[in-house]
């Protein structure tokens, strides 16, 4: 292995753990049975986050653009 490799290697690796994290912090989206029982959220409530949210959803995209690109310049290069 080469040292570009390992480089590659250690940046799609960490892309990913990036991409684990960043899932994993954002909220669901389901309302479905809330709605139902009553449990609606306020406009303050809903907006208040918005703005963590589109963070993590930029974050997350970024990080899965990066793992893709990676993954295939590794195919490549090998």
């Known amino acids: 292995m ?5 480089i590659l290697s250690v940046v799609l ?3 990913a753990l990036f ?3 960043t ?6 989206k389901a309302e479905g049975i809330g709605a139902v029982s009553g449990q609606v959220d306020s406009y303050f409530s809903k907006n ?3 703005t963590v949210e589109a963070k993590l959803a930029l974050g997350t995209k ?3 653009t990066v ?3 990676l993954s ?3 195919l490549l290069v090998k």
């Open 2 to 6: 080469g040292v570009l490799n390992v």
């Open 13 to 15: 690796i960490l892309a």
């Open 19 to 21: 991409m684990i994290v």
């Open 23 to 28: 899932v994993l912090l954002q909220s669901s």
């Open 48 to 50: 208040k986050a918005k």
């Open 62 to 64: 970024i990080a899965a």
């Open 67 to 69: 793992f893709v690109v």
């Open 72 to 74: 295939l310049v590794m």
